[in-house]
Nanobody, 122 residues
């Protein structure tokens, strides 16, 4: 079993930056692909990006490519989402999740955090 806790959300002006963290419990953290998802007001949850277990491979949704960066520190059981050049449309609750393989699909992620809210003002 893996427990995930996100932090780092908040209110930021458009053009600003935030770094989200996702701390994981459990010894198997380093074997999981870690994904970030978000759910905006009145929207379905959508894929943001993911990082492979080794950290070598990353993949991003087109909407965040070039602005967001995912990294991980397996020694600290933590994955990060660096968000730059934020836009009002990035406003959402952000979730981290684990998967047994590289995936962009919600249903292929097993464990989820409770989410952290990001609000971007214009």
């Amino acid at each position: 079993q893996v427990q995930l806790v996100e932090s780092g959300g908040g209110l930021v002006q458009a053009g600003g930056s935030l770094r989200l963290s996702c701390a994981a419990s459990g010894r198997a953290f380093s074997s999981y692909t870690m994904g970030w998802f978000r759910q905006g007001p009145g929207k379905e949850r959508e894929f943001v990006g993911r990082i492979s277990w080794s950290g070598v491979s990353t993949y991003y949704a087109d909407s965040v490519k070039g602005r967001f960066t995912i990294s991980r520190d397996n020694a600290k059981n933590t994955v990060y989402l660096q968000m730059n050049s934020l836009k009002p449309e990035d406003t959402a609750v952000y979730y981290c999740a684990t998967s047994g393989h590289d995936s962009t699909l919600n249903h292929e992620y097993s464990y989820w955090g409770q989410g952290t809210r990001v609000t971007v003002s214009s």
